[in-house]
Protein backbone atom coordinates (compact mmCIF):
# COMPACT_ATOMS: atom_id res chain seq x y z
CA UNK A 1 0.00 0.00 0.00
CA UNK A 2 1.10 3.46 -0.18
CA UNK A 3 1.14 6.19 2.95
CA UNK A 4 2.46 10.02 2.95
CA UNK A 5 2.54 11.88 5.93
CA UNK A 6 3.24 15.48 6.18
CA UNK A 7 2.04 17.81 9.00
CA UNK A 8 -1.12 19.34 8.83
CA UNK A 9 -0.66 22.36 9.62
CA UNK A 10 2.38 25.25 10.56
CA UNK A 11 3.09 28.78 10.79
CA UNK A 12 6.41 30.90 10.45
CA UNK A 13 7.30 34.49 9.95
CA UNK A 14 8.49 36.44 7.50
CA UNK A 15 11.73 36.53 6.75
CA UNK A 16 12.23 32.95 8.41
CA UNK A 17 13.14 29.59 7.35
CA UNK A 18 10.34 26.52 7.67
CA UNK A 19 11.23 23.15 7.08
CA UNK A 20 8.35 20.95 5.74
CA UNK A 21 8.84 17.40 6.14
CA UNK A 22 7.23 14.03 4.36
CA UNK A 23 7.31 10.38 4.89
CA UNK A 24 6.32 8.31 2.64
CA UNK A 25 5.69 4.01 2.36
CA UNK A 26 5.42 3.10 -1.20
CA UNK A 27 6.04 -0.31 -3.02
CA UNK A 28 7.11 1.21 -6.50
CA UNK A 29 8.96 4.71 -5.56
CA UNK A 30 10.21 6.59 -8.59
CA UNK A 31 10.35 10.02 -7.50
CA UNK A 32 9.14 12.48 -5.41
CA UNK A 33 7.50 15.73 -6.09
CA UNK A 34 6.57 19.01 -4.15
CA UNK A 35 3.88 20.98 -5.11
CA UNK A 36 2.26 24.74 -3.90
CA UNK A 37 -1.30 24.84 -3.97
CA UNK A 38 -2.93 28.05 -3.06
CA UNK A 39 -6.29 28.11 -1.94
CA UNK A 40 -8.89 28.05 -5.02
CA UNK A 41 -6.13 27.40 -7.19
CA UNK A 42 -4.69 24.43 -9.08
CA UNK A 43 -1.17 23.09 -7.43
CA UNK A 44 2.24 24.13 -9.21
CA UNK A 45 5.39 22.24 -9.59
CA UNK A 46 8.26 23.38 -7.21
CA UNK A 47 10.75 20.63 -6.97
CA UNK A 48 11.58 16.97 -7.94
CA UNK A 49 13.65 14.47 -6.41
CA UNK A 50 14.73 10.88 -7.43
CA UNK A 51 18.41 10.31 -6.82
CA UNK A 52 19.34 10.95 -2.38
CA UNK A 53 20.05 14.66 -1.81
CA UNK A 54 19.09 18.01 -2.21
CA UNK A 55 18.07 20.11 -5.20
CA UNK A 56 18.11 23.93 -4.66
CA UNK A 57 16.00 25.88 -6.65
CA UNK A 58 16.36 29.64 -5.86
CA UNK A 59 14.48 29.91 -2.18
CA UNK A 60 13.13 26.69 -2.28
CA UNK A 61 14.89 23.27 -1.57
CA UNK A 62 13.64 20.05 -1.46
CA UNK A 63 16.35 16.71 0.23
CA UNK A 64 15.63 13.38 -0.11
CA UNK A 65 16.54 9.56 1.98
CA UNK A 66 15.20 7.05 0.25
CA UNK A 67 16.33 4.59 2.75
CA UNK A 68 14.45 6.66 5.30
CA UNK A 69 11.96 7.30 3.03
CA UNK A 70 11.72 10.83 3.52
CA UNK A 71 12.01 14.16 2.26
CA UNK A 72 11.45 18.10 3.33
CA UNK A 73 10.69 21.10 1.43
CA UNK A 74 12.63 23.95 2.53
CA UNK A 75 11.76 27.82 2.04
CA UNK A 76 14.06 30.55 2.86
CA UNK A 77 13.27 33.97 3.20
CA UNK A 78 9.83 33.60 3.96
CA UNK A 79 7.11 36.03 2.22
CA UNK A 80 3.35 36.64 2.75
CA UNK A 81 3.01 35.12 -0.61
CA UNK A 82 4.11 31.63 0.61
CA UNK A 83 1.24 31.17 2.82
CA UNK A 84 -0.33 28.06 0.53
CA UNK A 85 -0.45 24.45 1.44
CA UNK A 86 2.09 22.33 0.09
CA UNK A 87 1.70 18.93 -1.12
CA UNK A 88 4.07 16.01 -0.88
CA UNK A 89 3.53 13.41 -4.02
CA UNK A 90 5.19 10.41 -4.73
CA UNK A 91 5.39 8.58 -8.29
CA UNK A 92 4.55 4.96 -8.14
CA UNK A 93 4.92 2.76 -10.67
CA UNK A 94 2.99 0.05 -9.52
CA UNK A 95 0.67 -0.80 -12.11
CA UNK A 96 1.51 1.94 -14.31
CA UNK A 97 2.93 5.39 -13.15
CA UNK A 98 0.64 7.41 -11.17
CA UNK A 99 0.90 9.99 -8.55
CA UNK A 100 -0.05 9.48 -5.10
CA UNK A 101 -0.41 13.19 -2.87
CA UNK A 102 -0.33 13.74 0.65
CA UNK A 103 -2.61 15.55 2.26
CA UNK A 104 -0.61 18.85 2.43
CA UNK A 105 0.87 20.82 5.25
CA UNK A 106 -0.85 24.61 5.47
CA UNK A 107 1.62 27.16 5.87
CA UNK A 108 0.86 30.61 7.13
CA UNK A 109 3.27 33.19 7.04
CA UNK A 110 2.59 35.71 9.62
CA UNK A 111 4.59 39.39 9.69
CA UNK B 1 2.75 27.51 -23.96
CA UNK B 2 2.94 25.98 -20.74
CA UNK B 3 -1.06 26.42 -20.03
CA UNK B 4 -3.58 23.98 -20.02
CA UNK B 5 -7.14 25.23 -19.94
CA UNK B 6 -10.32 23.63 -18.85
CA UNK B 7 -13.73 24.73 -19.37
CA UNK B 8 -16.16 25.21 -17.40
CA UNK B 9 -15.03 27.00 -14.65
CA UNK B 10 -17.91 26.20 -12.61
CA UNK B 11 -20.54 23.99 -13.47
CA UNK B 12 -24.15 23.32 -11.32
CA UNK B 13 -26.20 20.36 -12.65
CA UNK B 14 -28.96 18.33 -11.64
CA UNK B 15 -28.91 14.72 -10.56
CA UNK B 16 -30.20 13.70 -13.68
CA UNK B 17 -28.34 15.66 -16.00
CA UNK B 18 -25.13 14.72 -18.47
CA UNK B 19 -22.95 17.35 -18.64
CA UNK B 20 -18.64 17.47 -19.80
CA UNK B 21 -15.67 18.69 -18.94
CA UNK B 22 -13.26 19.57 -21.03
CA UNK B 23 -9.76 20.09 -20.79
CA UNK B 24 -6.82 21.27 -23.64
CA UNK B 25 -3.05 21.17 -23.58
CA UNK B 26 -0.66 22.32 -26.35
CA UNK B 27 2.87 21.17 -25.12
CA UNK B 28 2.89 18.21 -26.66
CA UNK B 29 2.22 16.12 -23.38
CA UNK B 30 1.33 12.01 -23.73
CA UNK B 31 -0.46 11.74 -20.60
CA UNK B 32 -3.06 13.37 -19.27
CA UNK B 33 -4.89 12.75 -15.77
CA UNK B 34 -8.25 13.88 -14.55
CA UNK B 35 -8.17 14.14 -10.52
CA UNK B 36 -11.15 15.06 -8.11
CA UNK B 37 -10.19 17.49 -5.04
CA UNK B 38 -12.73 17.66 -2.35
CA UNK B 39 -11.91 20.99 0.13
CA UNK B 40 -8.96 21.38 1.99
CA UNK B 41 -7.83 17.25 0.74
CA UNK B 42 -5.15 16.46 -1.50
CA UNK B 43 -6.04 15.91 -4.91
CA UNK B 44 -7.38 11.94 -5.83
CA UNK B 45 -6.34 10.61 -8.95
CA UNK B 46 -9.31 9.51 -11.23
CA UNK B 47 -7.88 8.58 -14.88
CA UNK B 48 -4.71 8.52 -16.55
CA UNK B 49 -4.34 8.53 -20.42
CA UNK B 50 -1.34 7.69 -22.03
CA UNK B 51 -0.47 7.90 -25.56
CA UNK B 52 -4.36 8.58 -25.72
CA UNK B 53 -5.40 5.62 -24.23
CA UNK B 54 -6.77 4.97 -20.78
CA UNK B 55 -3.73 3.22 -18.61
CA UNK B 56 -5.80 3.78 -14.94
CA UNK B 57 -9.12 3.95 -13.75
CA UNK B 58 -9.11 4.23 -9.77
CA UNK B 59 -12.31 2.07 -9.45
CA UNK B 60 -13.86 5.45 -10.51
CA UNK B 61 -18.10 4.67 -10.52
CA UNK B 62 -19.33 4.70 -14.14
CA UNK B 63 -20.95 7.73 -14.02
CA UNK B 64 -17.78 9.37 -14.60
CA UNK B 65 -16.61 8.55 -18.09
CA UNK B 66 -13.12 10.18 -19.50
CA UNK B 67 -12.66 10.47 -22.76
CA UNK B 68 -9.76 11.54 -25.06
CA UNK B 69 -10.64 12.29 -28.55
CA UNK B 70 -7.03 13.70 -29.90
CA UNK B 71 -3.10 14.03 -27.93
CA UNK B 72 -4.69 17.36 -26.32
CA UNK B 73 -7.89 17.18 -25.47
CA UNK B 74 -9.29 15.37 -22.95
CA UNK B 75 -12.95 14.99 -21.50
CA UNK B 76 -14.81 13.75 -18.72
CA UNK B 77 -18.38 12.99 -19.85
CA UNK B 78 -20.91 13.11 -16.00
CA UNK B 79 -24.02 11.39 -15.65
CA UNK B 80 -26.75 10.41 -12.58
CA UNK B 81 -24.01 12.18 -10.48
CA UNK B 82 -24.39 12.63 -6.94
CA UNK B 83 -24.42 15.66 -4.43
CA UNK B 84 -21.23 13.87 -2.94
CA UNK B 85 -19.30 14.37 -6.31
CA UNK B 86 -19.69 17.97 -5.95
CA UNK B 87 -15.94 18.80 -6.08
CA UNK B 88 -13.26 20.77 -7.96
CA UNK B 89 -12.44 18.38 -10.63
CA UNK B 90 -8.75 18.98 -12.21
CA UNK B 91 -7.00 17.85 -15.27
CA UNK B 92 -2.80 18.26 -15.62
CA UNK B 93 -0.75 16.92 -18.32
CA UNK B 94 2.95 15.59 -18.28
CA UNK B 95 5.49 14.61 -20.57
CA UNK B 96 5.61 10.59 -20.63
CA UNK B 97 9.57 9.73 -19.82
CA UNK B 98 11.66 6.30 -18.47
CA UNK B 99 12.26 5.55 -14.74
CA UNK B 100 14.54 8.32 -12.89
CA UNK B 101 13.24 11.08 -15.08
CA UNK B 102 10.88 14.10 -14.25
CA UNK B 103 7.63 14.45 -15.31
CA UNK B 104 5.89 17.01 -13.12
CA UNK B 105 2.65 17.65 -14.03
CA UNK B 106 0.96 20.83 -14.83
CA UNK B 107 -2.37 21.43 -13.91
CA UNK B 108 -5.17 23.66 -15.35
CA UNK B 109 -7.53 25.94 -12.87
CA UNK B 110 -9.95 23.37 -12.37
CA UNK B 111 -14.01 23.14 -12.74
CA UNK B 112 -16.04 23.92 -9.67
CA UNK B 113 -18.60 21.24 -9.67
CA UNK B 114 -21.66 21.85 -7.73
CA UNK B 115 -24.69 18.45 -7.77
CA UNK B 116 -27.61 19.70 -6.68
Known amino acids: GQNIDQPTEMTATEGAIVQINCTYQTSGFNGLFWYQQHAGEAPTFLSYNVLDGLEEKGRFSSFLSRSKGYSYLLLKELQMKDSASYLC????????????FGAGTRLFVKA | DTEVTQTPKHLVMGMTNKKSLKCEQHMGHRAMYWYKQKAKKPPELMFV???????INESVPSRFSPECPNSSLLNLHLHALQPEDSALYLCASSQVRGAGESYEQYFGPGTRLTVT
Open chain 2, 49 to 55: YSYEKLS
Open chain 1, 89 to 100: AVRDDTGGFKTI
